[in-house]
């Protein structure tokens, strides 16, 4: 079983739809949680962290279930420049040499959102 | 304007040959990351720093190298040990801080190394 597992897609889907993507995480002591962002051939931006309570950013709602170890990225009103890969990150407490935490990134879910 | 940058954006490289990859921050960030990404793959990271003079083996660190002699540098060299180069190389910075705490890693724009 991968530690960070995405539908890697692609999801089409029509302009103004709500979608949604799920990810589930191996390591139940996993800490943090972050959404990030990467466009075609360029690097991961971050998006969203995910809290506990779940928060939203404009059209962008990321929800946490621990219970269920899975987080979500809700899209409502999806617009073309929607359309990337979306990169679910856990930090799963693994502590590195010297310090930190390592982050574990899934492989990816690909939107395209289309006309 | 902050950030990371990387250069070069694409890379050639020959057979048997060392290339070297350039990542600098002017973040003020303690911790910088090299990280690799593979068609279907998530990222893997190849080495890590969380201070200057001070640098760690990620999962897949065999035939890399890395220095960190300044805290906004951290230069990825590919050797020729690696065989299987050709993939899109990302350096990632954060604040740094202590086990448990929140490490957002902010990334530059990458490199794309590509065997001739």
């Known amino acids: 079983r991968k530690e960070v597992e995405q539908d890697p897609g692609p999801f089409n889907v029509p302009e103004g739809a709500t979608v949604a993507f799920n990810c589930t995480y191996s390591?139940?002591?996993?800490?943090?949680f972050f959404w990030y962002r990467q466009d075609c051939r360029k690097e991961p931006k971050l998006l969203m962290s995910?809290?506990?309570s779940g928060n939203e950013d404009g059209r962008f709602t990321a929800q946490l279930n621990r219970a269920s170890q899975y987080i979500s990225l809700l899209i409502r009103d999806s617009k073309l420049s929607d359309s990337a890969t979306y990169l679910c990150v856990v930090n799963m407490l693994r502590i590195l040499t010297g310090g930190g935490n390592k982050l574990t990134f899934g492989t990816g879910t690909q939107l395209k959102v289309e006309l | 304007d902050g950030g990371i940058t990387q250069s070069p954006k694409y890379l050639f490289r020959k057979e048997g040959q060392n290339v070297t990859l350039s990542c600098e921050q002017n973040?003020?960030?303690?911790?910088m990351y090299w990280y690799r990404q593979d068609p279907g793959q998530g990222l893997r990271l190849i080495y890590y720093s969380q201070i200057v003079n001070d640098f760690q083996k990620g999962d897949i660190a065999e035939g890399y190298s890395v220095s960190r002699e300044k805290k906004e540098s951290f230069p990825l060299t590919v050797t020729s040990a690696q065989k299987n180069p050709t993939a899109f190389y990302l350096c990632?910075?954060?604040?740094?801080?202590?086990?448990?705490?929140?490490?957002?890693?902010?990334f530059g724009p990458g490199t794309r190394l590509l065997v001739l």
């Open positions: 990632a910075s954060s604040i740094g801080g202590f086990p448990g705490q929140q490490e957002t890693q902010y």
């Open positions: 973040l003020n960030h303690d911790a």
């Open positions: 390591n139940s002591a996993s800490q943090s």
């Open positions: 995910v809290y506990s």
